[in-house]
């Protein structure tokens, strides 16, 4: 009978609509799963950064909370500054970060309400030492050394 | 700031194969019945089409940041479900349109207008209290169906608190073990220092609310329920497996005591261990059960074909035995890879979530969700003794159906919040 026929081949169509569901999720998924690994992948060279703990919105185009230092870096308040703080208790060239053979130094550069370094305030240069916390103005930032 | 539609692609593409198989099990079903294929088909179908079709748009339009994967799995599995409950009980399939649009209904609500979820947090004894005084009502007040008193009867609707009572129970786990993790987790990793009783008292405590459940209301589901999502959402917390490995100890010694010390647990157990005792009296239903799987092989007998309504209860507990018969073991393995990729899905939803609170609660409600699965379809197929619970999602019930529904719009609202989150850290990126 051709409707017996008709019925047999619909339970394996019914079968397979039911798999290819199924795959477009686990395709889905992969996908998800892939560019999750790759956005984890993106920041693993371990260069130095500061991690913005406090104050991210005073912070003029912070792409991330992880500031990547390279070179000579000027944080202030004035525009031509490299790390721009909006905040009115900064300076407006107020420290320095120079990152030398993966090591940060950070120099105050004679600004009126001080840089600190793990609450002390800081006289002329010093070299900061992993997870040492900086605080500029209102702005805290953590230092992300190498992991190594 | 420029408003930009975003489209929900996989979504979409996702709901139009899943209209496609709808259409598809119901035409295979007609079929069968030996009607005509015409318009009608449409027309059986077309309520929940249009509930999940309005449900997309209205994603779409509130411009969700959710997961696209979440909304077609659980349609998937609705569909599945109306699909055999027309199949099995035609009289009531339009009944289960009726719970799943309700269903449908509130999940856009409670997601688009419901308050907020981590209100909850602030009122967790008031939800556990709740949560007590309904199975203490239900215990007085409720009405007896099959030997056990789980159902309030309002009019003609029955109505199961048990379904709501499981949900207030993780938001109550998921906010304590937010409080209390630092103190369990405190003390030293010694596995056997985990013995000491101020550690275990929450662990006994919730023990002895399942044992009790098991007693009293004879509710054997219930009681494994919510020590296994206990158990997951405990090890999730605080990442201490001796103490999970004491409950679970624990577990089976008070099991063992309750089994030979009252006979309607003790009943379940030696038809677990052998139906065949009583094949005609308390060990009929699982061997049907049996039979009906056999029957159904690797591509199954199809819809329509086999004969599972031989099997007592078929639509409420034993669903899944008729899909294994009637899709085989292909069909089965699709509804439980289904159920995988959903629970995957609410755990992605639980890690990517900031505040600890909706992390810990996701994973509670995908946790509640695996048990459930777990329990209902291991006792079908005699894994595990056969306790009275649904299949989320496909069994026939008003009550599950909806708050199944509910539990779902309660991950969209968490996921939301993950989601935001994550696109605002995007633009700034982008900046």
Redesign the interface.
């Given at each position: 009978m051709p409707a017996d026929n008709l019925l047999y081949i619909l339970k394996y169509v019914y079968l397979a609509l039911i798999y290819l569901f199924l795959l477009q999720i686990i395709l889905l998924i992969r996908a998800d799963v892939r560019r999750q690994r790759a956005s984890k992948k993106a920041p693993s060279r371990p260069g130095p950064a500061l991690e913005i703990i406090v104050g991210s919105e005073l912070i003029d185009g912070a792409q991330d909370t992880l500031l990547h230092l390279s070179g000579t870096l000027i944080a202030g308040r004035d525009a031509s500054c490299d790390i721009q703080i909006s905040d009115a208790s900064v300076s407006g060239r107020h420290a320095q970060f120079t990152v030398k053979d993966r090591r940060c130094v950070v120099e105050d550069l004679g600004s009126t309400n001080g840089t600190f370094i793990n609450d002390i305030r800081l006289e002329g240069k010093a070299e900061l030492a992993k997870d040492d916390i900086v605080k500029i103005g209102m702005v805290s930032f953590q230092y992300r050394g190498d992991h190594q | 700031m420029s408003k930009k539609i975003h489209f929900r692609k996989?979504e979409l593409?996702?709901l139009l194969?899943?209209s496609?198989?709808y259409c598809?099990?119901i035409?295979?079903i007609k079929?069968?019945h030996g009607e005509k294929l015409d318009i009608s088909v449409m027309m059986t179908a077309l309520p929940l089409l249009i509930a999940f079709w309005t449900t997309h748009t209205l994603l779409t339009i509130s411009d969700s940041k959710t997961d696209?994967?979440l909304m077609?799995?659980f349609a998937?599995l609705s569909i599945i479900g109306h699909i055999e409950i027309y199949r099995l009980e035609p009289a009531l399939a339009f009944k289960q349109v009726l719970f799943i649009l309700g269903g449908f209904a509130l999940f856009n609500i409670w997601y688009l207008k419901g308050f907020d979820y981590r209100i909850w947090e602030d009122y967790k004894y008031l939800v556990l209290f709740s949560g007590i005084a309904i199975q203490i009502a239900v215990m007085i007040l409720g009405t007896e169906i099959n030997g056990a008193k789980l159902w309030f009867r309002i009019g003609s609707i029955n109505f199961q608190p048990v379904e709501v009572v499981k949900i207030l129970v993780v938001v109550f786990l998921a906010s304590y073990l937010k409080q209390k993790k630092e103190f369990i987790t405190s003390h030293p990793k010694r596995w056997l220092d985990s013995l000491s009783f101020k550690y275990l008292l929450p662990l006994i405590a919730i023990l002895g609310c399942c044992e009790l459940i098991l007693v009293v209301q004879k509710d054997m589901g219930m009681a494994l329920l919510l020590f296994g999502t206990f158990m997951c959402l405990f090890y999730i917390a605080t990442e201490r497996i001796g103490m999970i490995v004491c409950a679970f100890l624990l577990f089976l010694m008070s099991s063992y005591a309750l089994i030979q010390k009252f006979p309607h647990v003790h009943v379940r157990f030696a038809v677990w261990l052998d139906p065949w005792q009583d094949p005609n009296g308390s060990g009929y239903q699982i061997l049907q059960s049996l039979f009906a799987l056999s029957a159904g092989g690797f591509?199954?007998t199809?819809?329509?074909?086999g004969s599972p309504t031989l099997i007592p209860a078929v639509h409420t507990d034993f669903v899944f035995a008729a899909i294994g018969e009637e899709?085989?073991f292909?069909?089965a393995m699709?509804v439980i890879?289904?159920y995988l990729?959903l629970v995957?899905?609410i755990f992605?939803v639980s890690l990517q979530c900031h505040d600890e609170f909706g992390s810990l609660f996701a994973a509670g409600l995908g946790a509640l969700l695996a048990c459930q699965v777990f329990i209902i379809t291991g006792g079908s197929i005699k894994f595990i003794p056969m306790t009275g619970i649904t299949l989320p999602f496909i069994s026939y019930g008003g009550s599950s159906v909806i708050s199944n529904f509910f539990l779902m719009a309660l991950v969209f609202q968490i996921a939301e919040q993950a989601g935001k989150k994550k696109s605002q850290?995007l633009q700034?990126?982008a900046?």
């Open positions: - | 996989a593409r996702l194969l899943l496609l198989i598809v099990g035409a295979l079929m069968s696209e994967m077609p799995l998937f591509w199954g199809g819809l329509g074909m899709m085989g292909l069909g699709a890879l289904a990729f995957h899905r992605k850290l700034m990126k900046s």
